[in-house]
């Protein structure tokens, strides 16, 4: 499975960003997808989770403002952001796993995208 990200950028504080990664090479209907952010000096964290089944879930600081879904008849997986904020910033990744298993833990993901950079001013 191949999954390309884009939609990054730079924006002004409270404005918004939708992010996409499409995915290739292999069933996307049969995959858990997550959206996760590195800043700089920091650990990869989860951001998003959507299961295959629709089921989403969402870490703390972002509960509210972001939105994941999935679009399987265009193997996509897309990230809403508003009310972004400059702590949002971040080089963000989407993630594909196959298995089960805890979604914001970054070992259970089986396939990386590239990283697309987002930069919040202030």
């Known amino acids: 499975v191949q999954l390309q990200a884009s939609g990054g950028g730079l924006v002004q504080a409270g404005g918004s960003l939708r992010l996409s990664c499409a995915a290739s090479?292999?069933?996307?209907?049969?995959?858990?997808m997550g959206w996760f952010r590195q800043a700089p000096g920091k650990e990869r964290e989860s951001v998003a989770r959507?299961?295959?089944?629709?089921?989403?879930s969402y870490s703390d600081p972002v509960k509210g403002r972001f939105t994941i879904s999935r679009d399987n008849a265009k193997n996509t997986v897309y990230l809403q952001m508003d009310a972004l904020e400059p702590d949002d910033t971040a080089v963000y990744y989407c993630?594909?796993?196959?298995?089960?298993?805890?979604?914001?833990?970054?070992?259970?993901?089986?396939?990386w995208g590239q990283g697309t950079l987002v930069t919040v001013s202030s």
């Open positions: 993630a594909a796993a196959r298995g089960y298993g805890p979604l914001f833990q970054v070992l259970r993901y089986d396939y």
């Open positions: 090479g292999g069933t996307f209907s049969d995959l858990n």
């Open positions: 959507i299961k295959r089944n629709g089921v989403t």
